[in-house]
């Protein structure tokens, strides 16, 4: 039986071999010679101390114990034909594809078909909304393969690896080009510029073994018989010479759109199949120096370049409310993430290293059905109004393009204008408005309270070297579409499976990763009983 050791690593001694393998023989009672294999299980970064250190969980296998690799997952996948069964997957991101990967695995043919392009030609729509404001309604930072998370950062890090199995999602994304780092790091992050790499790469899987993924296909309806979906119908986004709209048949439908889907929770409810009002989180970007951030968490200037950027998560509570930071992104860029003309949403992303001059992140309160009485008018339809009305406020602000209105974080807290802003990672520009106006007085009051707080909690923190960027609105989901605890069907559509973060079950890549292979496992589980 291997022995399991805990090692303590300087940053320089975190990549050498000998080494580990002389702090590992010494806890085992081992000669380094006698240490047939080291299989590190995990690496956290622990900065609480004077100096920061790497702490290691690792497996060492002595004379005659022998370590076998875990077989690839994808070698178990053979090709499908849809005699065992079709099923409808309507989204590209990470809990389509996963979802799609799991069908196979049980036999079933996965249809894929997304309203946006894949991700080598979403770049091209991304730099018309960075460089020209141009917002394409169907190819943005949300909409598209992979979805929202392939162009923001890629953090792999979730507390929901009860919901399935975190190490299959992981052995996945390593299996299609993410470095096997991810398997071990207590907070692992792809990079916006490989993650592309990565979901492509699912792609040709799913085609390679007889799935089929669909671009450009927008969900304009659903067909449904006797209270049951059998399909959905797609209007081509582009249309070629020819039919610009499909019927696509099939025994399940998995809905796994994203939280920015709008127009999906409307045809929904105009189809007469319930969906409700649930909490999510409404605030702003907050920017500061790179440099500040690792003076603080590292107590060093600069920062030992073999260590990583560092990151924050802060939270407090406001007058009952959270207020908490969200989605941090070390050395990373703001990025602007509207869905359609006429709005201001920003989010954040980091590239693989990491370099960038500048550390974000979110920075938000949670938004209850009691702080929107002026919005009950919409009914169930009032959380996304009012995320909507915020998003079109901070627009009119502008001059129509996709600037970015911002104040300096003291200025922010004072409820003054600035005379100036600091530098940006935000493309588009950044122009000096109210937020404090702009705002909703109940989110701007917490804002301010909160962040006051997080000065106390983390030093340096209300720099004026710091912006804060409005809005970041698409945190999660506003509305949930409602499934049955057991066969996660709609309770009131037999074969309609909702899933993952647009659903209301899911808070990013590997929580939605994982709600797809749990949806799947259950279409599965229902046509066997069929």
């Given at each position: 039986?291997?022995?399991?050791?805990?090692?303590?690593?300087?940053?320089?001694?975190?990549h050498h071999?000998a080494?580990?393998?002389?702090?590992a023989?010494?806890?085992?009672?081992l000669?380094?010679?006698?240490?047939?294999?080291l299989?590190?299980?995990?690496s956290?970064?622990?900065?609480?101390?004077?100096?920061?250190?790497?702490?290691?969980r690792?497996e060492v296998y002595?004379?005659?114990?022998?370590?076998?690799?875990?077989?690839?997952?994808l070698?178990?996948l053979?090709?499908?034909d849809g005699?065992?069964?079709?099923?409808?997957?309507?989204g590209?991101?990470?809990?389509?594809?996963?979802?799609?990967?799991?069908?196979?695995?049980l036999?079933?043919?996965?249809?894929?078909?997304?309203r946006?392009k894949?991700?080598?030609?979403?770049?091209?729509d991304?730099?018309a909304i960075?460089?020209?404001?141009?917002?394409?309604?169907?190819?943005n930072?949300?909409?598209?393969?992979?979805?929202?998370?392939?162009?923001?950062?890629?953090k792999?890090?979730?507390?929901?690896?009860?919901?399935?199995?975190?190490?299959?999602?992981?052995?996945?994304?390593?299996e299609h080009g993410?470095?096997?780092?991810?398997?071990?790091?207590?907070?692992?992050?792809?990079?916006?510029?490989?993650?592309?790499g990565v979901?492509q790469?699912?792609?040709?899987?799913?085609?390679?073994?007889?799935?089929?993924?669909?671009?450009?296909?927008?969900?304009?309806?659903?067909?449904?018989?006797?209270?049951?979906?059998?399909g959905?119908?797609?209007?081509?986004?582009?249309?070629?010479?020819?039919?610009?709209?499909?019927?696509?048949?099939?025994d399940?439908?998995?809905?796994?759109t994203?939280?920015?889907?709008?127009?999906?929770?409307?045809l929904?409810?105009?189809?007469g199949?319930p969906?409700?009002?649930?909490?999510?989180?409404l605030?702003?970007?907050v920017?500061?120096?790179?440099t500040?951030?690792?003076?603080?968490?590292?107590r060093?200037?600069?920062?030992?370049?073999?260590?990583?950027?560092?990151?924050?998560?802060?939270?407090?509570?406001?007058?009952?409310r959270?207020v908490?930071?969200?989605?941090?992104c070390?050395?990373?860029l703001?990025?602007?993430?509207?869905?359609?003309?006429?709005?201001?949403?920003?989010?954040?992303?980091?590239?693989?290293?990491?370099?960038?001059?500048?550390?974000?992140?979110g920075?938000?309160?949670?938004?209850?059905p009691?702080?929107?009485?002026?919005?009950?008018?919409?009914g169930?339809?009032?959380?996304?109004?009012?995320?909507a009305?915020?998003?079109?406020?901070m627009?009119?602000?502008?001059?129509?393009?996709?600037?970015a209105?911002?104040?300096?974080?003291?200025?922010?807290?004072?409820?003054?204008?600035?005379?100036?802003?600091?530098?940006?990672?935000?493309?588009?520009?950044?122009?000096?408005?109210?937020?404090?106006?702009?705002l909703?007085?109940?989110?701007?009051k917490?804002?301010?309270?909160?962040?006051?707080?997080?000065?106390?909690m983390?030093?340096?923190?209300?720099?004026?070297?710091?912006?804060?960027?409005?809005?970041?609105?698409?945190?999660?989901?506003?509305?949930?579409?409602?499934?049955?605890?057991?066969s996660?069907?709609?309770p009131?559509?037999?074969g309609?499976?909702?899933?993952?973060?647009?659903?209301?079950?899911?808070?990013?890549?590997?929580?939605?990763?994982m709600?797809?292979?749990?949806?799947?496992?259950?279409?599965?589980?229902?046509?066997?009983?069929?």
């Open positions: 039986m291997p022995t399991t050791v805990e090692l303590v690593l300087r940053p320089e001694e975190l071999s080494l580990l393998r002389q702090k023989a010494q806890q085992t009672g000669s380094p010679g006698q240490i047939a294999h299989e590190i299980l995990k956290s970064l622990d900065a609480r101390g004077r100096d920061p250190v790497f702490r290691l690792a002595g004379p005659g114990e022998v370590f076998t690799p875990e077989p690839a997952l070698d178990a053979k090709p499908v005699r065992k069964g079709r099923v409808l997957i309507v590209a991101g990470p809990a389509g594809y996963f979802a799609a990967l799991e069908l196979l695995e036999g079933m043919q996965p249809i894929v078909l997304d946006g894949d991700v080598r030609a979403r770049r091209r991304l730099r960075q460089q020209f404001g141009e917002v394409n309604p169907h190819s930072y949300c909409f598209g393969e992979g979805g929202a998370g392939t162009y923001s950062d890629g792999l890090y979730t507390r929901s690896d009860k919901r399935g199995n975190l190490r299959k999602a992981l052995r996945l994304l390593v993410a470095k096997s780092d991810i398997l071990t790091e207590a907070h692992p992050h792809i990079g916006s510029n490989k993650l592309p979901v790469n699912i792609r040709e899987t799913i085609l390679h073994y007889g799935g089929e993924v669909h671009f450009g296909q927008m969900v304009t309806d659903f067909l449904l018989k006797n209270g049951r979906i059998t959905v119908v797609t209007q081509a986004v582009e249309p070629a010479a020819g039919a610009s709209s499909a019927e696509w048949q099939a399940a439908v998995i809905l796994a994203g939280h920015s889907a709008r127009d999906i929770y409307r929904l409810h105009a189809k199949i969906i409700e009002a649930k909490p999510f989180a605030g702003v970007r920017e500061h120096p790179q500040m951030v690792d003076s603080v968490q590292y060093q200037s600069p920062r030992d370049e073999r260590l990583p950027a560092a990151s924050y998560s802060l939270v407090c509570q406001v007058r009952d959270g908490f930071s969200f989605c941090m070390p050395g990373g703001i990025v602007p993430a509207a869905t359609a003309p006429g709005e201001i949403v920003v989010n954040g992303m980091s590239m693989s290293r990491r370099d960038s001059p500048f550390a974000n992140s920075v938000v309160v949670a938004v209850e009691e702080d929107l009485a002026p919005w009950h008018k919409h169930v339809f009032a959380h996304l109004e009012f995320q009305e915020v998003e079109r406020r627009f009119a602000a502008g001059d129509g393009s996709q600037k209105p911002a104040l300096r974080l003291p200025d922010f807290i004072a409820g003054r204008m600035s005379a100036d802003l600091p530098g940006s990672s935000y493309i588009p520009g950044l122009f000096t408005a109210p937020l404090y106006e702009l909703p007085p109940f989110i701007y917490r804002l301010r309270d909160g962040l006051g707080q997080f000065g106390k983390m030093r340096s923190y209300l720099t004026q070297e710091a912006v804060v960027v409005g809005t970041e609105s698409r945190t999660s989901a506003p509305l949930r579409i409602p499934r049955d605890p057991v996660l069907m709609h009131q559509v037999a309609l499976f909702p899933c993952g973060e647009g659903a209301g079950y899911a808070g990013g890549i590997l929580s939605a990763a709600d797809g292979q749990r949806v799947a496992r259950a279409v599965y589980s229902l046509k066997v009983e069929r």
